[in-house]
């Protein structure tokens, strides 16, 4: 177990001005107060916490995170208290400690909507104060790394954790080895026979190839200071098991496959040195095409900046290469944490600057306002995971703005990434100059020109299409708004009627002091409740005015077959009892009545599962979640709805001379069991401009067949045409339409 002076001393080495008495105090405190508890694996409970802030040194961070890592369980685990912990070092301190205290009782990996709401609060305390994370992170580390002790249960669920949040944070936020460090801790225990594997492969390749990194580095070392480059460094090492075993998986490679088992790194002094070592490595050895990659230039969303290239290296072999400044590499080691050692220091010649605010941090905020938009918890798990995992494609705007993208990504996706709006109205792409379908998937250095409408409303088909969690969310907000805003443009129009014909007059304004009646707390969601049949107009017409007398009347049919109805739009209506005959009577199909276009896309309106056409009388019935659905009123289905005449709505078709859609209708076919029949019956079809949807067929008797169709015509004289034309053909015994 590390001593409390060991701690000390590891601070002191990057920052002699050390408030050692603070750490002292921190230590004592926690020794304290954790007294006799121990570990799982017996040690001192104290001990956990104390490798924790050895950890952080690494970072070099200052002695307040040091000293929160000393007590970051107490106020969990003991009898310590936030108020002790602000007495006695101060708000600051105290405040981390019981942050990391609340998300310390995170169980991530639970049901869905528990990890989501987990993760939320999870962000929303690194947000507060970014060394939450870095004390998170060590913790989770320490506890990795003594995973052993546990049973083999929670080793698995600790580990699927770790590597489904825990790692892909660490990336997201520029600690690339204490990712790689947390996968491969996961990695042994959620699959320890790959994992067995692929280290004794590792281990026989090392042994086999015994000195040849050295050998590499001292050539490459030796070429490169010779050239000028004094100062530089090379350092090379092996792949991570989980590195290899990740890219065995993706490009679907065996290990003997695998050429790029060793990276270096070639550290250099400022950023013109960077292409100077560059173009001395290309010009000594091969490049492989499509291997080099600018991220000084384009930096990544976590602050990674290097130029990496891959060449065929001494001793023939391919070789990994990344070159930075010293700078670039602390950044890359360390991400965020790194900040902290630059930001009151000069930066060496040729170096930028780096904001303390860094674009790893950015993201996060980014995240954290989607919370705001008012996603459900699995849309937010799913956006976040998929923010956290996805490699990255940097794109340009036609202003020259850059847009880093997941791997994958489409126009969607970057028109989504500019501004939400700007995904909303997008319609069309132009990439790289030419006009391009929205399902491309972007490369590196595309520019990407978004081409809008302003009455456009996102497909939610697009959702399948796109692959950032933003453009996800966005889609599926859009499209639950225009559904609302359809359902509630047709619940106005029938609360309109409905007041109109008890001789009222509605107004959004007169149903706000009936609202907690209606069980809505907003005007718009009950109108909408109106649309989709969830709210009855009457009972919003006896809110609004109580002393409403309800005039409708439903009487048993008397000795001639006939009974009156008023409709749910308040007209009484004299109907037959038979339904094939419903309508004859009707005016309801007069200016008053709902107009209905039938057209695809629109939510709130349904027809029967045996169609309607424009010609077809027709009646509306009001369904709780799916609005309207039309049936033609020879529809059997109406005789179930007899005695719920509330539900019926006075509709008619509103088709114009450019109308261009087509209805569905569905016929029945007896005909004769014999070669060519179907081919006349689907030649009769094609040249009548009819299209066939769906054809089913069985056997009636020895000699004769029966067809069902569903077929897509203009409107009924169209397909009365049609009807009387196969009735014609020699082989068809009988043609009738079909009403469910």
């Known amino acids: 177990m590390m001593r409390q002076y060991e701690l000390v001393e590891r601070v002191q080495k990057y920052k002699p001005d050390v408030n050692e008495a603070l750490l002292n105090k921190a230590y004592v405190y926690a020794m304290q107060k954790h007294g006799q508890q121990k570990r799982a694996s017996g040690d001192p409970y104290i001990s956990h916490p104390l490798e924790v802030a050895a950890i952080l040194t690494e970072m070099h961070l200052d002695e307040s995170t040091i000293a929160v890592a000393l007590l970051h369980d107490t106020i969990e685990d003991t009898t310590a208290t936030r108020a002790e912990i602000d007495d006695l070092f101060g708000e600051d301190i105290g405040a981390l400690v019981e942050g990391l205290t609340k998300i310390k009782k995170l169980d991530l990996v639970t049901k869905k909507a528990k990890q989501a709401e987990n993760l939320r609060k999870l962000l929303l305390a690194i947000s507060d104060d970014v060394r939450v994370l870095l004390v998170k992170l060590a913790d989770r580390l320490h506890n990795m790394r003594t995973l052993d ?11 699927e954790e770790t590597m489904d949040i825990y790692a892909p944070l660490a990336g997201r936020m520029g600690m690339q080895d204490m990712r790689e460090e947390l996968e491969n801790l996961s990695f042994r225990h959620i699959n320890p026979e790959a994992f067995e594997t692929v280290t004794r492969r590792l281990n026989e390749l090392s042994t086999r190839n ?11 070392g030796e070429l490169i200071q010779a050239r000028g480059l004094v100062g530089a460094v090379v350092k090379g090492r092996q792949k991570k098991p989980y590195s290899v075993f990740k890219k065995m998986q993706s490009k679907s490679l065996s290990f003997e496959q695998l050429s790029d088992v060793w990276g270096f790194r070639i550290i250099v002094a400022d950023i013109p040195d960077c292409y100077r070592a560059l173009g001395i490595v290309h010009t000594r050895w091969r490049v492989v095409p499509g291997r080099f990659k600018d991220y000084i230039s384009t930096p990544k969303q976590n602050d990674y900046q290097s130029i990496h290239t891959t060449i065929v290296g001494p001793s023939r072999q391919r070789i990994e290469l990344q070159i930075r400044t010293r700078h670039m590499h602390e950044i890359a080691e360390y991400g965020i944490a790194a900040h902290t050692l630059y930001k009151d220091s000069v930066e060496p010649a040729g170096e930028v600057k780096m904001s303390p605010k860094s674009n790893a941090y950015s993201w996060l905020r980014r995240t954290i306002e989607s919370l705001a938009e008012g996603d459900n918890p699995e849309e937010f798990l799913e956006h976040t995971k998929l923010e956290l995992f996805q490699d990255q494609v940097f794109c340009f705007t036609p202003k020259g703005q850059l847009i880093a993208l997941p791997r994958g990504a489409t126009p969607i996706d970057f028109a989504y990434a500019v501004h939400t709006n700007i995904g909303d109205t997008c319609v069309g792409a132009k990439i790289n100059g030419r006009i391009m379908p929205l ?47 359809q359902y ?19 107004t959004r304004e007169a149903m706000k002091p009936v609202l907690h009646r209606l069980g809505h707390k907003d005007i718009e969601d009950a109108i909408a409740a109106v649309g989709r049949g969830e709210l009855s107009s009457l009972d919003v017409l006896r809110a609004v005015f109580p002393d409403h007398q309800d005039e409708r009347v439903t009487v048993k049919p008397q000795d001639d077959g006939w009974f009156n109805m ?30 209905i276009r039938g057209l695809s896309g629109n939510a709130e309106v349904h027809f029967s599962a045996s169609g309607a056409v424009p010609g077809d009388r027709i009646v509306g019935i009001m369904e709780k979640d799916r609005g309207i659905t039309i049936y033609p009123i020879q529809s059997p289905s109406l005789q179930k709805f007899d005695d719920e005449s509330e539900r019926w709505i006075d509709v008619r078709w509103d088709l114009d ?16 069991n014999e070669p060519g029949t179907l081919a006349e019956i689907a030649q009769s079809i094609a040249t009548s401009d009819i299209n066939i949807r769906t054809l089913s067929m069985g056997q009636v ?38 009403f469910e």
């Open 149 to 159: 002790h546990m049973s083999a249960e929670k080793r698995a669920r600790i580990s």
């Open 210 to 220: 015994e000195g040849l990194i050295k050998k590499i580095e001292d050539e490459l």
């Open 439 to 485: 399902v491309t998937r972007l490369n590196n250095g595309d520019e990407v020109e978004i081409v809008r409408s302003g009455i456009q409303v996102p497909p939610p088909a697009w959702e399948e299409i796109v692959v950032t969690g933003k453009a996800r969310a966005a889609i599926r907000r859009a499209t639950r708004a225009a559904v609302r805003k």
């Open 488 to 506: 509630s443009g047709l619940g106005y129009r029938i609360l309109e009627r409905t007041f109109e014909r008890a001789g009222k007059s509605f």
């Open 566 to 595: 008023r409709s749910a739009a308040g007209m009484v209506f004299k109907l037959p009892n038979r339904p094939k005959d419903m309508f004859d009577m009707l005016e309801g199909e007069g200016p008053e009545a709902l107009p």
């Open 657 to 672: 001379e450019a109308n261009n859609t087509r209805f569905m209708a569905r016929i029945q076919i007896n005909a004769l």
């Open 701 to 738: 008797a020895a000699d004769f067949s029966e067809f069902q169709l569903d077929l897509e015509v203009w409107d009924l004289r169209q397909l009365n045409h049609l009807v009387t034309q196969i009735r014609e053909l020699p082989s068809v015994s009988t043609v009738k339409r079909v």
